[in-house]
């Protein structure tokens, strides 16, 4: 028998092709008292499309705290409310997470609808390694953060994912060839759109080509070897070089030819060295 509480239902929305969306989903929007949408307009056009009744209240990052509240009065009426977000499953890289928690905090139950989300297609469909990856959603915008996740992903033998802006990709690209070395990534574009698309190569190919920049991007990298090492244990190296007095020019080609780093990280950490060092 059914508790006499409200449900909070996650309901994932196409990610580009209205096909997408899955019969249940179409049944719980259509069932639920209130839908809490991240754009009520954009929710609107799906709402409309297909003939989805059901009130709607907004609900994104600026006042998801402020709307706790309120969805939480309206499961205590026994009555059912749905998360939905502009595309894709709530709660990945877009709000549900206060929500969630505090529907669970009170006792209710939280049911999460599988379907759409640009992570998992990108994922498959990439050629990089499937059996274990790690999601990292956006960068930080945080220097300190953004290093830390950047050194997670130089390190770690799993594919890595992040989600991008086209704006900001290139300099993405960059920062990953600094740090990581010239891996092989794909940019996924427009997954089930019209102009889907996958490029695949090394980042200094991506960096070197042009494309559309419009738009979000799923970004995969492929993990380092077995036998890769830690960025500290690369600087290592170079103080052991250093110590038996090769030079500059030396310790660049030689890590750039064996460890795969960019001429510009083993010149900004000489650089560094020799300052603290003089």
Do not use: W
């Not at 989300?117 to 990089?128: C, M, N, Q, R, V």
């Not at 802006?165 to 996924?188: F, H, I, P, T, Y």
Request: net charge negative.
């Amino acid at each position: 028998m059914r508790d006499l509480s409200g449900i909070l239902y996650l309901v994932p929305t196409p990610i580009g092709n209205l096909g997408d969306i899955t019969l249940r989903a179409l049944e719980t929007l259509k069932s639920v008292h209130l839908i809490a949408s991240e754009d009520t307009r954009k929710t609107g056009v799906l709402l409309k499309h297909f003939e989805v009744k059901s009130k709607q209240i907004s609900y994104h990052k600026f006042n998801e705290r402020s709307r706790v509240d309120k969805i939480l009065s309206v499961l205590s009426e026994g009555l059912d409310v749905a998360i939905v977000t502009d595309a894709g499953s709530p709660g990945i890289s877009d709000p549900a997470q206060i929500i969630v928690q505090a529907a669970i905090e009170g006792g209710f139950t939280v049911t999460a609808l599988p379907g759409a989300t640009a992570l998992i297609p990108a994922l498959t469909a990439s050629g990089l390694a499937t059996d274990s990856f790690v999601f990292h959603g956006f960068l930080p915008t945080k220097r300190n953060l953004r290093d830390k996740v950047l050194k997670e992903i130089s390190t770690t033998q799993h594919t890595s994912v992040l989600y991008e802006s086209g704006n900001k990709l290139l300099q993405c690209l960059r920062e990953l060839l600094e740090v990581c070395g010239d891996r092989q990534v794909v940019v996924a574009r427009e997954i089930s759109k019209l102009f889907e698309e996958y490029i695949r190569g090394t980042i200094s190919e991506l960096l070197d080509r042009s494309f559309v920049m419009k738009g979000e991007f799923v970004l995969l990298i492929s993990g380092a070897t077995s036998q890769a090492e830690s960025i500290d244990d690369l600087y290592m190296v170079i103080d052991t070089m250093l110590q038996d007095g090769q030079s500059k020019d030396q310790i660049i080609e030689y890590m750039v030819q064996n460890h795969a780093l960019t001429r510009n990280v083993v010149y900004k950490y000489l650089i560094e060295n020799k300052r603290k060092n003089s």
